[in-house]
């Protein structure tokens, strides 16, 4: 199934641009005047691969946090599109809003750090001792760093060309349009694979906590519901399952495994999209969770895995996700030029 051209006019295109000062110059020879060698080598958190920084990496965290919340905002929100994303329409005031909070704080941020920049240059060069030179010589002013800090967006309507109807001038965006569908389950399945490592494997039991991420999948989901026909019935399989799991305590057990089978499955594209076409064809999603529930929990014994988002744990040998018990998938429904 593919997705039509025609979805265009429920779907807002958008494109942010962030900029962040690097605080990196160019290494010059000027900086080796005493000859080099490995032990007159500046320390690595002043200078790599040929450039150095000319203040303190850690004063410039708060930016790259700030585009990393408008990245996730619209990820959440929407699929990627034309090297931004597409938003379905009625997400568009709150993801407009939720913008102009992040480059309030963008702003506020660049300011206060612009305040304090000749201090945060003084203090840099202080923590660099013998290395003084190499960093006085390459500063730049405040206005300077003012021009490198940006956060803006733009959010538009995309259209074919109607004065070349037909012809392969649109040839590139249609073929943009017709993937969508395919995108959105690779980010539902990589978002299924986070999730699972972050919440799933090696539990006996979890908390509320660990369906937050399946929550956000299935809100992306319900908003994009019209991308393509097997998107809705994936939204419906994860709402019977919120049901299912009831509103209080931990889950455990029968419900446990439901979940993990209903993970593995969002994780592999292949058997989400196989799971999606048998309730198009007639199967309920209560049939397919229960078929999840046949299934033994998965165990990693002595291995912790944290539910709440954060860093990695450093262990990448986390064990797969066990594939979904797959329904028979039957006769692919004819898209009658409608998909």
């Not at 979805?7 to 080796?32: C, G, M, P, Q, Y």
Request: aromatic residues 8%; proline residues 5%.
């Amino acid at each position: 199934m593919h997705t039509d051209i025609t979805v265009l006019d429920n779907l807002v295109a958008v494109n942010l641009s962030v900029t962040i000062w690097s605080a990196r110059r160019k290494l010059t020879a000027e900086d080796f005047s005493g000859g080099v060698s490995t032990a007159s080598l500046p320390p690595e958190e002043l200078a790599s691969l040929g450039s150095k920084r000319i203040c303190n990496p850690a004063d410039l965290r708060v930016f790259g946090t700030l585009k990393s919340r408008a990245t996730t905002l619209l990820d959440r929100n929407g699929v990627r599109f034309l090297g931004g994303w597409a938003l379905p329409e009625t997400n568009v005031p709150a993801v407009q809003s939720e913008l102009e909070v992040i480059a309030t704080e963008f702003i506020k941020e660049k300011e206060a750090f612009l305040s304090r920049y000749d201090d945060a240059v003084r203090d840099w060069i202080q923590a660099n001792p013998g290395w003084e030179s190499i960093i006085a010589n390459s500063l730049v002013s405040a206005d300077y760093v003012r021009s490198r800090f940006g956060f803006t967006w733009q959010m538009f309507k995309v259209q074919t060309s109607e004065s070349h109807s037909g012809q392969s001038v649109n040839t590139g965006l249609t073929e943009a349009v017709t993937s969508l569908g395919q995108t959105l389950f690779g980010e539902v399945a990589k978002s299924a694979t986070e999730a699972w490592h972050k919440s799933f494997v090696g539990r006996q039991e979890v908390t509320r906590k660990a369906l937050s991420p399946l929550k956000t999948i299935y809100n992306k989901l319900n908003g994009l519901s019209f991308i393509e026909p097997r998107v809705a019935p994936v939204a419906d399989l994860l709402g019977t399952a919120f049901s299912a799991v009831g509103k209080k305590g931990h889950i455990t057990g029968a419900n446990l495994v439901m979940l993990q089978g209903l993970v593995s499955m969002l994780s592999d594209p292949e058997a989400l999209l196989s799971h999606a076409q048998s309730i198009l064809e007639g199967s309920s999603p209560d049939m397919i969770l229960d078929s999840f529930k046949s299934g033994p929990i998965v165990y990693d014994v002595g291995q912790h895995v944290d539910e709440d988002p954060g860093e990695d744990s450093g262990n990448n040998q986390d064990v797969l996700p066990p594939k979904g018990k797959l329904l028979p998938a039957g006769p692919r429904l004819d898209s009658l030029g409608l998909w």
